[in-house]
């Protein structure tokens, strides 16, 4: 099946800091989403990517569908303590009754 | 907007008995209706999605099953628990002509 390599698995930031964390695949994929989901709680949708090199802000966060189709990023600029949580990326690929390929997640700890 | 509740949210059981958890979602109309289960490690499992009331289709052999009663109920259940079924419960909606996928807060069930 599809498999989406989600990286970091983990980072440790100071407050103020930028983060970047990235997601590949070696298939196409018609759709990027970016989660985040916090301790003890279901994932949050943050951001949705559509077209092939479309860069979509949300507040600090910015992420980007690559051209290929084959990977996506998302960037948190300025990391405050509440950006505390673990971030996923989905990709849905198209005639597949819209389900997700999920990352195996990004844990991020800011330390203030 | 749509709304997805779960109950309960916390569950203990012990090994053999059985497992009933309630999702419902406000605010749309025939969503296509997911469950996951997120283990320790982090990674969203796809356990059962549904198109519609009645359709079920299972993605991995297992002790559960899911059932869709309602347009926007989706109900989780198992006749006798495993240790192995211990795990967050995820349920998610999604309008059926898009890929976003919202998530509930989640049910924690721990087998004894």
């Known amino acids: 099946g599809q498999q989406l390599n989600q990286s970091p698995q983990s980072m440790f930031i100071q407050e103020g800091e930028d983060v970047s964390m990235n997601c590949t695949s070696s298939s196409i994929f018609n759709t990027w989403l970016w989660y985040k989901q916090d301790p003890g709680e279901g994932p949050v949708l943050l951001i949705a990517?559509?077209?092939?090199?479309e860069l979509t802000s949300n507040g600090r966060l910015t992420a980007q569908f690559g051209i290929t189709r084959k990977d996506s990023f998302l960037n948190i600029s300025a990391s405050i303590p509440s950006d505390v949580g673990i971030y996923f990326c989905?990709?849905?690929?198209?005639?597949?009754?819209?389900?997700?390929?999920f990352g195996k997640g990004t844990l991020l700890t800011v330390n203030p | 907007s749509q709304t997805i509740h779960q109950w309960p949210a916390t569950l203990v059981q012990p090994v053999g008995s059985p497992l009933s958890l309630e999702c419902t979602v406000e605010g749309t109309s025939n969503p296509n209706l997911y469950w996951y289960r997120q283990a320790a490690g982090r990674g969203l499992q796809l356990l059962f999605y549904?198109?519609?009331?009645?359709?079920i289709s299972s993605e991995v052999p297992q002790n559960l099953s899911a059932s869709r009663p309602q347009d926007r109920q989706f109900i989780l259940s198992s006749k006798k628990l495993l240790l192995s079924d211990s795990g967050f419960y995820l349920c998610a909606a999604a309008l059926a002509s898009y890929n976003e996928q919202f998530f509930g807060p989640g049910t924690r069930l721990t087998v004894l």
């Open positions: 990517l559509y077209k092939a090199g």
């Open positions: 549904s198109v519609g009331i009645g359709q």
């Open positions: 989905a990709g849905q690929s198209g005639g597949s009754n819209y389900k997700l390929t």
